[in-house]
Structures are given as structure tokens and as C-alpha cells.
């Protein structure tokens, strides 16, 4: 039996401060009618909290901007009767011991994997590229990218006028970031783009410097990369640990506070033919900043088997490996994510050694909010 003692001790950095080194992975649920936050959401929320968890990173967010997402069962984060539903949340979490972390989103081009058919507003994308060769979204004029900046700060401010402790840009996954810094979807040929990964980085260091020129030197700006996409596993934005360099450290001079490195399995390589150390372990070492790892951690399973096949199995083989890789150092928090949709108890019955309890995940746990 894995010992996740050292997992629970408190982590702090600015205005973020945790109970212990697990949080909530951002999951989408598109359980918002009219993009307002269900009072059942808010406590499914809660419920992670009492089950163990120090933070819930929330659902991707829309942004306050004409196609930042393409479901109408998203979530806003603006306009009062959504900020409310949201604060609502924020206070039932913090009740519970926890804090919540709202993670801002804008699609880019991309339709919603999850809902294709959904109405949504027109979408905009740095080149009008989603993947090799797939069209999706308007080409971003100067004007557009200004109005993109300008709606995060208003996002992030709401968050910290609001008294969420950080904010997390969702800059993973093939979404809007993403597609800036892919070669692949960023052929922009002004500041924004270019053959050297430092130009397609700059749109999201300008979001990232205007965020923390807004909310002071004290508020928590949580960025999440990864190296794959939702329309393609295989992809790649850095190849070697110097293009990896070019990536996160403009970002971490912009102001990032905790790089957020999503992977699939958290025990792969980032670089195989260097050491064994995933993203998280690499980022963290290159930009001196802390970050979570994330990716099937308690599962023996993938994501994609799992949206095919709809079963994954809980096991604990993978948690002595989490343990000696945070013993090293090379990450300070894990984020949790397939479990805790399955079991909101996950982590609490994991300690008590309680594994025969622990809930399987299958595809109905995306049916309903338990
Ligand atoms: C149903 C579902 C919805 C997800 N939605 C988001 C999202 O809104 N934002 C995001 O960054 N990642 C999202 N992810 C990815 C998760 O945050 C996480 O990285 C992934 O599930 C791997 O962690 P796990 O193996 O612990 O589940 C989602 C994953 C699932 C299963």
C-alpha cells in the first residue's frame, strides 16, 4: 500500500494556498443551461472537497467573447447572473476546506468535440487552421487578438474581484493558445506567428503579462500546456528540451505562476531519448516554477479507450511511481481526473486503504452529476 503521506502537506504560492498536493482536473460537464452553473454543479464540486481534495480546477470557462466556445451548455465566467452562479460555487468549496480555481477558455476554431451540432457564435483562429489541412474559425485580424486579451484580463479580474485565489488559462489540447503555438494551425506571418516557437508563443504571453499587469504582482496565474491535441494524440509542439525552453520560459517571464503539463499517462517521457521525466518534471526544472503533473493517475487505461470503449479500471499501481517522482521534485501538485468523476471519494478511500470501494469509471459517470 502506497503511502500518499507526503502528498499531504500545504502548498503556497501568491494568493494560491492549498491544504494538501491534490486537486480537480478541469472537466467540462455542459450542464449549464444558458451558460449559468446549476446549484448541482456547485455542489458536485463541493463533494470532490469532502472527498479530499485541497482545490477543484472547474470546467473550461467561456471567456467574455463572441465564439470562445461553440456548446451552449458551457459555462459562462461573465455577466452577472453567471458570475453569481459561480460565486455560489467558490463559497460551497471554501465552506468545505477547499478553493476553487476557474479554468478561462476560448476554442479557437475548434467545434466541440463533445457537441459538434451545438449552436455557436462565429469562431476565430490565428490562421483559420484547426489541424494539417482542417479549416476552422476566421482569421484573427489585429483587432480580434487585442479584443481576445482584453476579454481573459476581464475574466481574470472578475476572479479576483470575486475572491477565486487564481486563475487557470486553458492553454492545452488544441484549443485557442495551442493553436498559436502549433506550426501547424500558426502560419500568421505578424509578430504573433513564425518558424521559431518564441513568435507563436507571444499571443499568450501578451494574455499572460496584460492578466498580471491587471490583477498586481499577488494574484496566482495558473497556465496548463500540452504537447497533444483533441484531434490528434501523436502531435508535438516541442521536440527537445531547448524548443521546450522556447515555449514555457517567455511564458514564465510574462508572469506564470504554476504550468499546469497535461499529459495523457504521467509516467511517459516527455523526451525518451533523455531521461525519464514527464512534462511537469522538465518544466519544472527549466522555468523554475511549480507545476502540476496530470494523466491517468489510479487508472490503467487511456483516454481514448476510454471514450471508445467507456470502462477504465480503478488501480493503485501507478500511485508508488507518483510518489518516487514527487520525491524528486519533479512536480508539486497532481491533478486528478477520470476518478474523481467516478468516485468523489476517491482519494479519501485510497488513504483509508479502502480499494475494493472504489467506483470503476464508465462512460455514464458524463450522464449525470453525482
Ligand atoms: C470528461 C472530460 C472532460 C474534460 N474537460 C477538460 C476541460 O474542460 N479542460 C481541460 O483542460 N481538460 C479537460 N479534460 C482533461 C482532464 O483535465 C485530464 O487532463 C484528463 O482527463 C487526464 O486525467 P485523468 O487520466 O486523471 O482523467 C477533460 C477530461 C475528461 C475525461
Not at 20 to 46: I, K, W
Not at 252 to 265: I, K, L, T, Y
Not at 282 to 290: H, K, L, N, S, V
Not at 304 to 321: A, Y
Amino acid at each position: 500500500m502506497t503511502s500518499l503521506d507526503a502528498f499531504f502537506t500545504p502548498f503556497e504560492c501568491k494568493s494560491l494556498k492549498l491544504a494538501n498536493r491534490f486537486m480537480m482536473a478541469p472537466m467540462s460537464r455542459y450542464f449549464a443551461p444558458g451558460g449559468v452553473l446549476t446549484q448541482e454543479s456547485a455542489d458536485y464540486y463541493r463533494r470532490r472537497i469532502e472527498g479530499g481534495v485541497g482545490a477543484v480546477i472547474t470546467e473550461a470557462v467561456a471567456i467574455d467573447r463572441p465564439g470562445s466556445v461553440a456548446a451552449d451548455t458551457v459555462p459562462h465566467f461573465y455577466g452577472d447572473v453567471a458570475l453569481a452562479a459561480w460565486d455560489r460555487a467558490r463559497i460551497g468549496v471554501e465552506a468545505a476546506g477547499g478553493v476553487m480555481i476557474p479554468q478561462l477558455w476560448h476554442v479557437g476554431g475548434c467545434t466541440d468535440f463533445n457537441f459538434p451540432d451545438s449552436p455557436h457564435d462565429p469562431l476565430e483562429s490565428p490562421s483559420g487552421l484547426v489541424g494539417p489541412g482542417i479549416e476552422g474559425g476566421r482569421v484573427m485580424s489585429a483587432d480580434d487578438i487585442d479584443g481576445v486579451i482584453a476579454s481573459f484580463v476581464r475574466g481574470a479580474l472578475d476572479a479576483q474581484r470575486l475572491g477565486f485565489p487564481a486563475v487557470e488559462l486553458h492553454g492545452a489540447h488544441g484549443y485557442l493558445f495551442d493553436q498559436f503555438f502549433w506550426d501547424v494551425t500558426n502560419q500568421r506571418e505578424d509578430r504573433y506567428g513564425g518558424p521559431d516557437i518564441a513568435s507563436r508563443v507571444r499571443f499568450a504571453a501578451d494574455v499572460v503579462a496584460a492578466i498580471r499587469e491587471a490583477t498586481g504582482p499577488d494574484f496566482a496565474i495558473v497556465f496548463r500546456i500540452s504537447q497533444w491535441k483533441t484531434y490528434l494524440y501523436e502531435a508535438k509542439i516541442a521536440t527537445t528540451p531547448v524548443e521546450l525552453e522556447q515555449w514555457v520560459a517567455p511564458l514564465a517571464e510574462a508572469g506564470v505562476d504554476v504550468f499546469h503539463c497535461s499529459e495523457r499517462r504521467f509516467w511517459e517521457a516527455a523526451f525518451p531519448g533523455e531521461d525519464d521525466r514527464n512534462l511537469a518534471g522538465w518544466t519544472r526544472e527549466i522555468t523554475g516554477r511549480p507545476t502540476i503533473t496530470v494523466g491517468s493517475v489510479g487508472l490503467d487505461r487511456d483516454l481514448m479507450q476510454d471514450f471508445v470503449e467507456g470502462q477504465s479500471v480503478p488501480t493503485l499501481k501507478s500511485l508508488d511511481e507518483l510518489a518516487r517522482r514527487f520525491d524528486r521534485g519533479d512536480f508539486d501538485l497532481v491533478a486528478l481526473g477520470r476518478v474523481l468523476l467516478a468516485d468523489p471519494n476517491w482519494l479519501e478511500k485510497v488513504r483509508a486503504g479502502a480499494v475494493d470501494q472504489l467506483k470503476p469509471y464508465s462512460k455514464e459517470c458524463m450522464d449525470t452529476l453525482f
